[in-house]
């Protein structure tokens, strides 16, 4: 006889539990601490098994025979209630582990070591943060209950704030983390695929770099009168001979720099193609770089930090410097001795267009094209990087008294 509320409310616990039955295979199980477990029986593969449903009256009466109605469907389709429950609860727990906050602290850790690919200690710095700002919002929420207005609601207070480009790139990652799990099967697709165009475009800007010759000259006499810490003025005047990259010139470490054979070799973990990059060394640098060892010493950092020789000079210390010297942000800061470089080689016409972009480590997409580069320019570029070193003590002697 079917179970009626009236007399699941009547029963009474005893010494032992005991079964109270329905209809097909449900019963209620009173316990002797006065619990009412509701429980499904089953066969499957001829063998008996039993489903927990709930408690009584926490699951009602009427609830209970619907589950059991729902475990009845999946036996009718071979399929197990018990270990469809097991695999339900699996997934629910992998869902609640998988937030964008934990799978974007997996996607960082693994693009800090991603071979060729890896990214620079400094770009994982500022990854990390920009990815730590939307967290804020979506970071405990599981990945697949994310959707696009989620992430666009996070990415425009970024925008609010004025910080367009920031939020540009910080979509970009967001992206990133999210086909991440993609291809790590924790997701379907990718909610920020649709959010193309939904941002502010930033203006883009130029870094500022002297490139006219006669104030190339000035310049580089406004830093031979330079006041302040050494350590710093050397790296100005070296940052002109060598035009790297700031991060690769305030990272560069003695162990890298053979005076002897007149080369810096920047290792690929410090460029930013994650490639090795050979820089010819002038004579002019050559003398420069023994007068800074006699202020840094011959191992570690070649730009120690002044607080801590176990770290580099601050990624500001070059841009402090040129605005003391009087030169604002939008006339020059510490990248454009690059863009200083480039325009002047280019418009000698002494120089092929190759040597000088692979003088700058500008990537090349051809890697076949790339190594025939590396190996036929090198010789090409240890004139150039002489001629160059000569031609900037040219102008500077041409440079009228420094601002």
């Known amino acids: 006889m079917p179970l009626s509320d009236v007399a699941i409310r009547n029963a009474k616990p005893r010494e032992k539990s005991y079964k109270m039955g329905d209809s097909l295979g449900l019963f209620l199980l009173v316990q002797p601490s006065g619990g009412k477990l509701w429980r499904f029986k089953y066969r499957v593969l001829r063998r008996e ?19 059991r109605d729902e475990a009845r469907q999946m036996v009718a389709h071979g399929r197990d209630p018990a270990r469809e429950k097991q695999l339900e609860k699996h997934r629910a727990f992998m869902e609640a582990a998988n937030t964008f906050a934990a799978i974007a602290d997996e996607y960082c850790r693994k693009r800090r070591r991603d071979g060729a690919r890896a990214w620079a200690p400094a770009t994982a710095k500022r990854s990390e943060y920009l990815l730590s700002q939307i967290s804020i919002a979506i970071g405990r929420l599981p990945v697949t209950e994310i959707g696009p207005a989620d992430v666009l609601a996070a990415i425009r207070k970024i925008e ?22 993609v291809a790590t099967v924790r997701l379907n ?14 203006k883009v800007t130029h870094y500022g770099a002297v490139i006219d010759p006669k104030e190339v000259g000035e310049l580089l006499l406004a830093i031979d009168d330079y006041e302040g810490h050494v350590v710093t003025k050397l790296a100005l005047r070296i940052a002109p001979h060598v035009f790297v990259r700031p991060g690769e010139l305030r990272h560069a470490e003695w162990g890298e720099i053979d005076l002897e054979a ?24 050559i003398e420069l770089f023994r007068s800074l060892q006699m202020f840094s010493g011959n191992s570690g950092y070649a730009f120690p930090s002044i607080r801590s020789r176990k770290r580099p000079m601050s990624d500001n210390t070059l841009n402090a410097a040129l605005r003391r010297l009087g030169y604002a942000s939008d006339e020059m800061t510490g990248h454009g001795f690059r863009a200083m470089a480039s325009t002047l080689l280019n418009e000698s016409g002494l120089w ?14 051809d890697r076949v094209r790339a190594a025939y580069h590396r190996g036929t320019h090198w010789k090409e570029r240890v004139k150039m990087a002489q001629w160059w070193s000569d031609h900037l003590d040219e102008l500077r002697a041409q440079g009228k008294k420094p601002r």
Not at 49 to 67: C, H, M, Q, W
Not at 189 to 202: N, Y
Not at 352 to 365: F, K, Q, V, W
């Open 49 to 67: 098994k039993k489903l927990a449903l709930g408690t009584y009256p926490d699951i009602s009466l009427s609830e209970a025979r619907r589950r």
């Open 160 to 181: 609010a704030k004025g910080n367009y480009e920031s939020a540009r790139r910080t979509l970009q990652l967001a992206s990133g983390v999210f086909r991440y799990a």
């Open 189 to 202: 697709s990718d909610p920020t695929r649709d959010l193309r165009g939904a941002l502010i475009v930033p």
């Open 262 to 285: 007149a080369l810096w070799t920047i290792p690929a973990e410090k460029t930013k193609m994650r490639k090795p990059h050979h820089v010819p060394l002038s004579h002019q640098v």
């Open 352 to 365: 092929s267009p190759d040597a000088i972009e692979r003088a700058l480590a500008h990537g090349d997409t």
